[in-house]
């Protein structure tokens, strides 16, 4: 069963514009949230995260909302630039459980020029 | 700087043999992690250390073994190679646990293909 659902495989967005990245969870357990950012070759690297305490987290060009009761977040760039081009994680964990960090599928994001 | 060092970054195996792959960190973190990343599968934990001397089961530990060796190294052994083995493995590291904000720090992976 999977608890976090990218349901978006791939991403085309053009630059300049803003890129939104969707995650679901099923388990109402969960309630710290991050994104992770994977270059091809490359480990994963910390992009941003959110608490259940909140609906919204910004960093730069990068916000991350949280929607509970629909048990959905999303992950806005705003602008786009080339250098977004990326593979996306979402993740989710619980600070009440045991130590485990459960990963979407992931979400190739395109950039074009 | 290092952060999170793997070892190899690839490996052909054939199926029934053995490997260890090694991973170390210097960033005097607590928790080390191994992951496996497949298409369209994310990541799944295979065994992860909260700490120096324990251990424990994740998502998928079938077919694998840890030793976290000191507080800097934490390797995987595979006994006996499966193809359903082959994947992209990825060690990390976080300060103390998930709940240091869940900020997992990874190293490059390693390419494993099992024939």
């Known amino acids: 069963d999977q608890q976090v659902k990218q349901n978006s495989p791939s991403l085309s967005v053009q630059e300049g514009r803003i890129s939104i990245l969707n995650c679901d969870y099923t388990?109402?357990?969960?309630?710290?949230f991050l994104w992770y950012k994977k270059y091809p070759a490359e480990g994963p690297t910390f992009l941003i995260s959110?608490?259940?305490?909140?609906d919204k987290n910004e960093d730069g060009r990068f916000t991350v909302f949280l929607n509970k009761s629909a048990k959905h977040l999303s992950l806005h760039i705003v602008p786009s630039q080339p250098g977004d081009s990326a593979v996306y994680f979402c993740?989710?964990?619980?600070?009440?459980?045991?130590?485990?960090?459960?990963f979407g599928q992931g979400t190739r994001l395109t950039i074009n020029p | 700087n290092a952060g999170v060092t793997q070892t190899p970054k690839f490996q052909v195996l054939k199926t029934g043999q053995s490997m260890t792959l090694q991973c170390a960190q210097d960033?005097?973190?607590?928790?080390m992690y191994w992951y496996r990343q497949d298409p369209g599968m994310g990541l799944r934990l295979i065994y992860y250390?909260?700490?120096?001397?324990?251990?424990d089961k994740g998502e998928v530990p079938n077919g694998y073994n840890v030793s976290r060796l000191n507080k800097r190294e934490f390797s995987l052994r595979l006994e006996s190679a499966a193809p359903s083995q082959t994947s992209v493995y990825f060690c990390?590291?976080?300060?103390?646990?998930?709940?240091?904000?869940?900020?997992?720090?990874f190293g490059s992976g390693t390419q494993l293909s099992v024939l």
């Open positions: 990390a590291s976080s300060r103390q646990g998930f709940f240091s904000g869940g900020k997992l720090f």
């Open positions: 388990n109402s357990m969960f309630d710290y």
């Open positions: 959110i608490s259940s305490i909140k």
């Open positions: 993740a989710a964990s619980s600070f009440g459980g045991a130590q485990k960090l459960v």
């Open positions: 960033m005097n973190h607590n928790s």
């Open positions: 250390s909260a700490s120096e001397g324990t251990t």
